[in-house]
């Protein structure tokens, strides 16, 4: 007995696979080879309009990270995807799943160099994106997307990419047969109770966090295990998610990307465990001491390149959260007596602030720590103040913090809005002056879709980054610093998005509190002094 195959056009197919995926809503900017696609739109799905294609994929991304599972996005062929780029590049980074679909000029015209025409087109995004394909008949195109489903959640997660002609969406075919994954791997039980051995034995052990903890779903499971063997925790230099409680007694601090500093805050352990991170993430160059010393690291990925990139590290390769949970399971938990241990937190409580005008960003930070909702969300992409960020605005929960891995700006802004769009709770966006330029038009989707996103923008006329680095790197005279004149509660006004400007002080803790409980998205943009809060 043979089962009958329906056939169907292939966009509508594929609007099949999408619902089975859980992939209907839909992140784009259109174009006119998207519109075989996207025309008769079903009702059931979502378009989700940004204003320029790197803040399609950075709301995608933010989406993504927060529902755990991959976006879908449809990006105008060629140009359109190069606009894209700066934010793949991050997705890539970010370990983001992704699904992006770009249109391509008919099949029938490609021979001759159309306009729009992409040459080479599943090349254009490499190598930034897991895999890659311009199918080979219209047949394959629902084969492919769901391939490039299946690859973007496999971990390491990250972007895949499929272009489409335009005349492929009204051809003929079927339902594909693809296949299910049923993800998590752990190292061998030999070699986690080698680890173990080795963590038992340890006289003074640290734990370093890195973003995949948080991403994978083990920050409870990271704590009992941080509990159990009574380690200091130390999140990885330039984390893109929080893993860990910054308000646990256990909790160090924050480690540095410049080598001398990084090993000297873990020269005093002998014995290293990095969860979810690079051994290590460093911003300039310099001499990594802790390589050529006594301390065994270990490491713990399902990350090739952070596996092959590590030095001076003994490598077990599996899944975090799978990884974990098979440790805890052979670590007993700890009494009542011996949890004592860690009674006097490790890292100082943060300082008391006053109020100033100008506003320190510390008072504005420390504020904006007490008046958030609590199960808010913080989004970030302040680099010049991050160290005050971490200082004053602790995230306890899972899923409560997301930034770029890349180091590339233009990101935190569209990914708040992709961040409320999944979860539906308040989101704080906190961000420079600077890094809003970049894509300060998502503010007008945030506002038509009515979403609950406050973004904040410490306004210190310039690239704050820029100025301190100068200092470390001993540059001097660096042109291009400067950002006076602009207005940023004008933008959003312009857009839709209710905001205000604070100069003085006394303004600020009521500005800060209507912000954080508007009913919708709202900006406010505080002037501060531009000597404090730096890196």
């Not at 991959?70 to 894209?84: D, K, R, T």
């Amino acid at each position: 007995m043979s089962s009958i195959q329906h056939t169907d056009t292939v966009q509508q197919v594929t609007f099949r696979l999408m619902r089975e995926l859980n992939m209907t809503t839909v992140f784009g900017n259109p174009g006119s080879t998207e519109l075989n696609f996207l025309n008769n739109f079903p009702e059931d799905f979502e378009y989700i309009l940004a204003l320029q294609e790197s803040s399609v994929v950075a709301m995608a991304d933010g989406y993504a990270q927060a529902s755990g599972n991959a976006a879908f996005i449809n990006l105008h062929s060629a140009v359109g995807v190069g606009h894209a780029l700066g934010n793949i590049f991050t997705a890539y980074r970010n370990h983001t799943p992704l699904v992006i679909t770009a249109g391509q000029q008919s099949r029938s015209i490609l021979p001759f160099a159309p306009y729009l025409g992409a040459d080479h087109a599943a090349d254009f995004p490499k190598p930034y994106v897991k895999w890659s394909i311009e199918p080979a008949r219209p047949e394959d195109v629902p084969l492919a997307i769901a391939q490039a489903y299946h690859i973007a959640m496999q971990h390491p997660r990250g972007p895949t990419f499929v272009s489409i002609p335009s005349d492929d969406w009204d051809k003929t075919t079927c339902m594909p047969h693809y296949s299910k994954v049923i993800e998590g791997t752990i190292p061998t039980p030999e070699a986690i109770n080698q680890l173990l051995e080795v963590l038992k034995n340890s006289q003074n052990l640290a734990i370093v966090v890195g973003a995949d903890v948080d991403r994978q779903g083990a920050f409870d499971n990271a704590v009992k295990l941080v509990e159990r063997l009574q380690a200091h925790v130390w999140a990885a230099p330039y984390s893109s998610r929080a893993s860990f409680p910054e308000d646990h007694p256990q909790f160090a601090g924050f480690l540095p990307a410049l080598p001398e500093q990084l090993s000297e805050k873990l020269s005093g352990y002998d014995v290293v465990l990095v969860i979810g991170a690079p051994v290590f993430t460093l911003h300039i160059a310099g001499d990594v001491t802790i390589f050529d010393s006594a301390v065994k690291i270990y490491q713990i990925t399902d990350d090739p390149k952070y596996a092959a990139f590590a030095s001076a590290t003994t490598t077990l390769f599996g899944s975090i959260n799978h990884s974990i949970s098979a440790m805890l399971d052979k670590i007993l938990p700890l009494s009542n007596s011996q949890s004592d241990k860690f009674v006097m937190p490790l890292r100082p409580a943060a300082p008391k602030v006053t109020g100033a005008t100008p506003i320190p960003v510390e008072y504005a930070i420390d504020l904006l720590s007490h008046a958030r909702p609590s199960d808010s969300i913080i989004v970030e992409e302040a680099p010049s103040h991050r160290s005050v960020i971490q200082r004053f605005l602790p995230i306890t929960q899972a899923q409560g913090f997301f930034t770029m891995s890349s180091g590339g700006l233009g990101y935190a802004l569209p990914a708040s809005v992709g961040v409320a769009l999944s979860t539906n709770k308040r989101v704080v966006c906190l961000i420079g002056d600077g890094s809003s330029m970049y894509s300060i038009q998502a503010v007008w989707t945030a506002a038509q879709l009515n979403l609950p996103v406050t973004f904040i923008v410490l306004n210190n006329f310039g690239y704050g980054a820029m100025h301190s680095f100068g200092k470390i790197m001993r540059s001097q005279a660096v042109p291009g610093l400067d950002l006076p004149n602009i207005d940023f509660v004008q933008l959003a006004n312009s857009m839709g998005c209710e905001g205000a400007r604070i100069k003085e002080h006394e303004n600020l803790p009521e500005a800060i509190h209507k912000a954080v409980n508007a009913s919708g998205c709202y900006l406010l943009e505080i002037i501060v002094d531009a000597d404090t809060g730096n890196i």
